[in-house]
Nanobody
Framework: VQVVESGGGLAQPGGSLNLSCTASGTVFSIRAMGWYRQPPGKQRWLAAVIHSDGYTDYVDAVKGWFTISKDSSQDTMTVLLQMHNLKPEVTAVYYC?????????WGQGTQVTVSS
């Protein structure tokens, strides 16, 4: 499995931003995909995850203003992270991950900066 991220960039407080992550390869083996975030100088932590059955989970800090969804085909699985009502503390590098039974694959990371 390989994952490629897109989206991110600079946004103003109160605005919205979307991140997309597309997995390819043996996507039938993927059990969950999600987004981790790593603020400047801090550790990476899970923000949102969506399982193959569609179940979603969010860390408390992002509940209500992050939404994760997925779209699957035979050859790819795409996960969308919608972020709205952005705040400066959202600023971080966001990493996509895909979990298979014995493997976790990471994206290269995409920078999200919220600033006026």
């Amino acid at each position: 499995v390989q994952v490629v991220e897109s989206g991110g960039g600079l946004a103003q407080p109160g605005g919205s931003l979307n991140l997309s992550c597309t997995a390819s390869g043996t996507v039938f083996s993927i059990r969950a995909m999600g987004w981790y975030r790593q603020p400047p100088g801090k550790q990476r932590w899970l923000a949102a995850v969506i399982h193959s059955d569609g179940y979603t989970d969010y860390v408390d800090a992002v509940k209500g203003w992050f939404t994760i969804s997925k779209d699957s085909s035979q050859d790819t699985m795409t996960v969308l992270l919608q972020m709205h009502n952005l705040k400066p503390e959202v600023t971080a590098v966001y990493y996509c991950m895909a979990d298979s039974p014995h493997t976790r694959v990471w994206g290269q990371g995409t920078q999200v900066t919220v600033s006026s």
